[in-house]
């Protein structure tokens, strides 16, 4: 984790207003149907440069399509992305590209590679635009295969040929290479054992303080997220409900939500553990027609009518620290138990 003062002071590197992203639904006969996935609705957030911003959320709340979108991967609807002083999107045009100013690490790295290329082709590949000459482009491999631990003996070989950390180490190779300034990372961790996964973890945090990366992290995994972020934003149903210093949200969250995600989250500690009396009762809501009111209204042990009725902005309840809850204040004074 980066030095949190430092951070602070720093500029923003990324800023995201009102980001919209929503799927067509197909009919049975395969035409467009008037129905829509709301993936992403009205989501803004700023990235400081040098930070870690931690995503965390259920599955299908939305957070592999905000990376998607931020990169471009994905047209988004909606909104504006600004990267430095340039803006990349808005008014539903794209007006500029990121040019390898911002990579994507993949959860699955096989997804990503092809398999019938070698590693110094898969970690080429952001350079191809650049036109450089062969002695140029192989210098850059091998100095970006380095830095994550990897020697020149992989130039050669197959993804097959790899352990599931060594691929995972080639793909943040293949991110680093273009020298870029933001880096997202869709669970880079998540299928991967314990102590590999901690050799990979700090590899980002010591890369991130050598070459001051930015990184947008995406992670299920609570633990992973206080460990490796400086600021946690959590998804539900396609918006932010809360956001703010990952100790002070996972220590005192301000939406129910994150509490039951904290509280349902397995600790170490057997006579501390939670899981079993803190689980998310119900199905996570429908994203083509959800509820009126708070998304997690018809889940929530804390609801009340106003939460089935009208729809809680993001706002700001404390220094640094935002909630879409109506009742983020009380919890603020005395989270419920």
Partial sequence: MSDVLSITKAEPLLRVEGLTKYYVVKGRSGFRSRFYVRALEDVSITVRRGETLGVVGESGSGKTTLLRVISLILRPDKGRIILGDRVLFSDGRILEKPKGKIQMVFQDPDSSFNPTMRVKQIVAEPLAPLNLSKAELKERVVSSLESVGLGSEFLEKYPSQLSG????????ARALVSNPELILL???????DAVVQAQILNLLIRL?????????????????????????????????????????????????????????????????RTLLKAQIEGEPVSLISPP???????????????????????????????????FAEEMLTHSPE
Avoid: W
Avoid at 186 to 192: G, I, Q, R, V
Avoid at 307 to 322: A, G, S, T, Y
């Fill in 165 to 172: 950390g060594q691929k995972q180490r080639v793909s943040i």
């Fill in 186 to 192: 869709d669970e880079p961790t998540s299928s991967l």
């Fill in 208 to 272: 991130q303080r050598s070459l001051n990366l930015t990184y947008i992290f995406v992670t299920h995994n609570l633990s992973v997220a206080r460990y490796i972020s400086d600021r946690l934003t959590v998804f539900y149903a396609g918006r932010i409900c809360e956001m703010g210093g990952v100790t002070d949200v996972l220590s005192k969250p301000l939406h129910p939500y994150t509490l039951t995600l904290k509280q349902a989250f397995p600790t170490p500690n057997p006579e501390s």
């Fill in 292 to 326: 009126a009111g708070c998304r997690f209204s018809p889940r929530c042990p804390y609801a009340r009518d106003v939460c089935q009725k009208v729809e809680p902005i993001l706002r700001e309840v404390d220094h640094d620290r935002l909630s879409a809850c109506h």
